[in-house]
């Protein structure tokens, strides 16, 4: 049919079914649905470990079924061991230490079994956790146990002399024969703990669980409101994702930081709902991942995109038995359809699915739920989880745009944040009256309602008038052979405002030159595009997440420029 006076006919109207979206109201819906076994509870007095807990296989089975792994010594976590740890810390918790409902207990610890059972703990008692990564300084610690309010420290023996300044009552995960006896430790508490007398405090979904800190849009490290009833619906969101991909027996490893929304909705929260085994490493390496895959024989694994541009370029694969793998995930960070066409030629039984999230959005927005999909569509990050919408808002003028027109994506969803912590300015600039979250990110939908993050807007290079992704030139880079990894910067220019610049790692042995990057890129792109200067570097800084982390960058050009003109 064709257009008749103004009307839009059906042939027209079939695209934007497909997609999602509605011409009227600018808003693109998520065309998947829950089955019956995987609705989001709605009960009003529900908490997570509650939730959680009552996911446990059958005490028939919770005696032998393994729960957790320690890759490092090999140490083995049953699910009735588990439920019976988590009771008797919450126990000690509440009646020992006096932890009550809205108190803020702090975590500074790498990945480790207990972890779990910690963040269970805590959160039984109606407390509400707050994390933090181990490599953060002193003073940046110090900054977020008084921005949160936290009342009570747990921390990695290794991490206790960055507490010791702060005055906070701590306590230690862990200790060793030869420590002394200052310090309480978790698992004495847990020995001590009678599980019968956990408390039962009345929790709502509404009520807070946890307080994480992103940097959010605006670039200064914040604290994300995630209620219980945010965290529910992830996880029940991710029970179904991995019920309909996964066997019953899968093995996943777990070396993502748990003090990260994507470790902590999968490793210490989520996957325990599901009654999976998972390996946890207590510090990545690359060669210790593969010796992990190939002793446990481990199928599934949620990565972020330097572990899979690692598993396309390392050259010592071939030498660990990989053949259990089945499933990688991808998140965190935009990954290129080049490392993931690559991926996908190096391990052709393994399916590989993008996801995207955010820490406002607990860590969940979309994810490819077909395998051919993400095979066809490697460039995309999935499809709109089951109870999502979103706006692709054009930057400028706030109008929301149709398929295939780039702009900001705005999120609603079960899992999208309270708002950010004592910092009303901060949620009123990321979040509209109406509840929509305002993400940062660059994006656009296809027609089958497929997404594509383009780049972080505040990342943008303005090069004459023009906008440049560095996302875009970074899988370009990655797609040469003697370039292992890179990042692409803005450096201010006179004539052009900003101009592209490439930090490369090279392959080992490679020669490879500045100019040799800058013709290899001017042959695939528009002039605009271009890169105009190369840097080598030994490694490319990243976020514990995967993601680049450009200011140090920026900050070394500004340094490396000064140097030159001395």
């Known amino acids: 049919m064709a257009r008749e006076g103004g009307e839009i006919t059906m042939e027209e109207e079939a695209p934007h079914k497909r997609s999602g979206f509605c011409s009227s109201t600018g808003i693109y819906q998520s065309l998947l649905h829950l089955d019956d076994n995987h609705r989001i509870p709605t009960r009003p007095n529900l908490d997570i470990a509650t939730l959680v807990l009552s996911k446990f296989p059958h005490p028939d089975h919770a005696d032998t079924r393994i729960a957790l792994i320690d890759s490092s010594t090999d140490r083995r976590l049953t699910y009735a061991q588990l439920r019976c740890s988590v009771n008797s810390l919450a126990a000690s918790l509440h009646h020992a230490l ?204 949620p990565a972020v995109p330097p572990v899979i541009l690692g598993l396309v370029k390392n050259t010592s694969i071939g030498r660990y038995d990989l053949s259990s793998l089945r499933r990688v995930g991808s998140g965190a960070a935009p990954l290129s359809k080049e490392v993931g066409d690559r991926f996908r030629l190096r391990f052709p039984w393994v399916e590989l699915r ?71 300015e901060a949620t009123a600039g990321a979040m509209d009256c109406d509840g929509w979250l305002k993400t940062g990110d660059l994006c656009y939908f296809d027609d089958d309602g497929f997404i594509y993050i383009v780049d972080r807007i505040k990342e943008l290079i303005k090069h004459n008038g023009y906008q440049v992704a560095p996302a875009e030139l970074e899988a370009l880079l990655l797609s040469h052979p003697h370039i292992l990894d890179a990042a692409v910067i803005p450096v201010e220019d006179e004539e052009a405002g900003q101009i592209p610049m490439a930090y490369i790692v090279r392959a080992a042995d490679s020669k490879l030159t500045e100019n040799q990057v800058i013709q290899f890129v001017s042959t695939q792109v528009a002039p605009y595009k271009k890169v105009k200067k190369v840097s080598f570097i030994d490694t490319i800084p990243k976020s514990a997440a995967g993601k680049i982390l450009r200011k140090q960058l920026v900050a070394l050009s500004k340094n490396e420029r000064a140097i030159s003109k001395l």
């Open 354 to 424: 993008q996801g995207y999230g955010l820490t406002e959005t607990s860590g969940a927005a979309t994810y490819f739920v077909k395998e051919e999909e993400a095979r066809v569509l490697p460039s995309a990050a999935g499809a709109l989880l089951p109870g999502f919408c979103a706006k692709v808002v054009e930057v400028e003028t706030g109008i929301p745009l149709p398929p295939y027109k780039e702009g900001e994506l705005w999120l609603k969803g079960p899992t999208v944040m309270k708002g950010y912590f004592g910092n009303d």
């Open 98 to 301: 006096g932890v009550r409902k809205g108190d803020v207990v702090f975590l500074l610890s790498p990945n480790s079994i207990l972890y779990p059972t910690i963040c269970l703990a805590v959160l039984s008692t109606g407390a509400i956790l707050t994390t933090t990564n181990p490599l953060n300084t002193a003073s940046e610690i110090a900054k977020q146990v008084s921005d949160s309010g936290a009342i009570l420290a747990i921390s990695a023996p290794e991490e206790l002399h960055k507490l010791l300044p702060i005055g906070i009552p701590t306590i230690v995960t862990t200790r060793g024969p030869d420590d002394d006896h200052s310090w309480i430790s978790v698992e004495e508490m847990i020995d001590g703990g009678e599980p019968l007398d956990a408390p039962t405090p009345q929790i709502a979904q509404s009520d807070t669980a946890a307080l994480l800190y992103s940097s959010g849009t605006t670039g200064v490290s914040k604290g994300v409101i995630l209620t219980h009833g945010n965290i529910i619906s992830m996880m029940t969101l991710l029970k179904w994702t991995v019920d309909i991909t996964s066997a019953q027996n899968d093995v996943f490893l777990g070396f993502l930081p748990m003090f990260h929304i994507y470790g902590l909705a999968f490793f210490a929260l989520g996957l325990l709902t599901i009654g999976t085994t998972t390996v946890i490493m207590p510090k990545f390496e690359f060669s210790a991942m593969l010796e992990a895959v190939q002793r446990y024989q481990v199928t599934n694994i």
